[in-house]
């Protein structure tokens, strides 16, 4: 059982760092949120959600932050790992830091994808963005959001 789930490690792995399959580029950004509305923030509400957001207009991470990305199967399907460069882990690492118990919303081509709750500063240079999306959706999202 512990070789399956190595061989399984390894071959996401793999498919990380050999995203060859390009699609169109994919505008990704990260943002800060509120579960209450203020001024100066939008609100949104994530596919799958009934619960709004309320998202600044500062975008805190984007694209030109992202190393590589890929898709993994995560539990509730598929997800999107995401590897940060240097200074887009230590950007992320102070954001989340900062976000400690509100929503930090992720958002490509202008669509909220996702706004989960920060419980704790993010170390490691790595993110997992689950949604409602499928394979499909998420390897076109992936393939798009790093650079080529």
Not at 51 to 78: F, H, K, M, R, T
Request: a neutral charge.
């Amino acid at each position: 059982m512990k070789k399956i789930l190595i061989l399984a490690f390894v071959a996401a792995l793999a498919g990380c760092a050999t995203a060859g399959n390009r699609t169109a580029p994919v505008t990704l950004e990260f943002r800060s949120g509120s579960q209450s509305p203020a001024p100066g923030l939008t609100k949104m509400t994530a596919p799958g959600s009934e619960s709004p957001v309320y998202i600044s207009e500062q975008i805190v991470l984007s694209n030109a932050d992202v190393e590589s990305a890929c898709v993994v199967s995560g539990e509730s399907g598929p997800q999107i790992e995401i590897v940060f460069t240097e200074e887009g882990a230590k950007r992320f690492s102070t954001v989340t830091e900062q976000n400690i118990m509100n929503p930090l919303a992720i958002l490509v081509d202008g669509q909220l994808l996702s706004a989960p709750i920060v419980r704790e500063r993010i170390t490691g240079g790595k993110a997992l963005i689950s949604g409602s999306f499928g394979k499909a959706e998420a390897e076109r999202i992936a393939n798009g959001i790093a650079p080529k």
